[in-house]
């Protein structure tokens, strides 16, 4: 089972950084839809680079976290610390989801509050799904690494 565990989770890394990438293609329609905020949206509408450089970079490391989930399964060569570097992924996703879940009630910065609710939850449920996926792989995998 860890190889599907992972094999899942390297798949969701991978299409979130495609759809990271649809939208710098997509443009500020696209920045808004997927909740990046006004100011981001504006900053692409006045064709800054800024959005399109940090949108990548979030797929990048997207993309290598997918690559570190495939590694730990067998389906790329192993790497170096992978355990704690696919843990330390997974903390990242939980952190995110219940961050997510509880800062837009907390805080009153602007950035928190330039996203609505909605995508707070949504994107916070997702994270907490892709948090899940990578545990079942990690507590899988940890004993074989």
Known sequence: MQLDWLYIAGLLNFAIAI???AIII???KWYRFFGA??????????????????TFAI???LTIWGMVAWAVAGILPALPFQKFILAAITIVYFLRGFGGLVLPFLSAHPYVR?????????????????AIVHLFGL?????NL
């Open 19 to 21: 759809m990271h990438i």
């Open 26 to 28: 997509g443009g500020p």
């Open 37 to 54: 905020g006004e100011r981001m949206a504006r900053l692409a509408e006045e064709k800054s680079v800024l959005p399109a450089m940090l």
């Open 59 to 61: 797929a990048v490391i």
């Open 114 to 130: 330039e996203n609505s609710i909605g995508f707070w939850m949504f994107s916070s449920i997702i994270c907490l799904i892709f």
């Open 139 to 143: 507590m899988a995998s940890w004993a």
